[in-house]
């Protein structure tokens, strides 16, 4: 058991709270009962996983350690080589996010697509975030993506980093069921043009309501920063633009509030389309 809190490993697992280190490392740190077991059942790449005895108190996630372990002990698994910690309580404090940490953390490899890979089939459905500021925002919009069948996000320019530890949390693991490219303006327009892709834009002073819009296939979703929204250039490189009724004093939404209204009526016109019910929560 590790009970320094100066031990090497643990300075590591520390230093990804900065960005300069996870993108160096091609690491980030994920904690939670939650979030670490949508990591392992959705294939994260694990490299480290951290468990204080004393603080998880969780039958279902010793289940799900117990079942890793074996399935790493098989010949097919044996290339993972995931290492496991067990730290004392005061060593997991020292590197938990969290005012009541619940005894789990993982270390997990990032995993990124180039842009020139994806490749857009009929029915396929992408976000693309232009300079996405909040890391708690792009966790939660990574959530309504999930839950609505989005196929994968674009952050585009200085965007906040999706395995950000704020952002892990707000998607309560959901990151890693997604697809994830990084891009620029520039090279995000030119996929656009060659793949033939339908970009939806949210913009305040659209005439069209999101509810009326069509939304075709093979279509991004395309979501201006918290502050700014979308400039004027990328408006105009827009197939259509789109804007959420606003009947009060407020002016705009939450912008993983807008998100999520969009793309449930993306949804529901996907399934309308294909004659398959929508699912209750």
């Known amino acids: 058991m590790i ?145 609505t069948g989005v196929d994968g996000v674009i952050v585009l320019g200085t965007s906040a980093d999706p395995y950000d530890r704020t952002a892990l949390r707000a998607s309560s693991g959901t990151t890693f069921t997604r697809r994830l490219v990084r891009s620029n303006w520039d090279s995000f327009t030119a996929w656009a043009r060659s793949e033939g892709v339908a970009i939806t834009g949210a913009s305040g002073d659209a005439i069209q309501s999101y509810r009326g819009a069509n939304y075709s296939s093979k279509s991004v979703l395309l979501m201006g920063s918290e502050r700014k929204g979308l400039s004027q250039e990328q408006r105009e490189a827009c197939t259509h633009l789109v804007s959420i009724p606003m009947l009060g004093k407020t002016d705009s939404l939450n912008l993983a509030v807008a998100t999520t209204l969009i793309l449930y009526e993306q949804l529901h016109q996907r399934e309308v389309g294909t004659g398959v019910p929508e699912k209750s929560t």
């Open 3 to 147: 009970t320094s809190t100066a031990n090497h490993r643990i300075r590591t697992i520390r230093s990804l709270t900065r960005r300069k280190e996870r993108d160096t490392l091609g690491l980030a740190y994920v904690e939670g009962i939650r979030p670490v077991i949508e990591a392992i059942e959705s294939g994260a790449d694990l490299e480290t996983v951290v468990i204080a005895s004393d603080l998880l108190t969780s039958d279902r996630a010793y289940s799900v350690l117990s079942d890793l372990q074996q399935r790493t002990q098989s010949p097919s698994y044996q290339h993972l080589n995931i290492e496991y910690l067990e730290v004392s309580a005061r060593v997991f404090r020292s590197i938990s996010n969290r005012d009541g940490p619940q005894g789990i953390a993982a270390v997990v490899r990032q995993r990124w697509e180039q842009l020139e890979d994806v490749h857009l089939r009929d029915e396929d459905c992408w976000v693309a975030l232009v300079e996405i500021a909040d890391p708690g925002n792009l966790g939660s919009i990574l959530r309504s993506c999930d839950a």
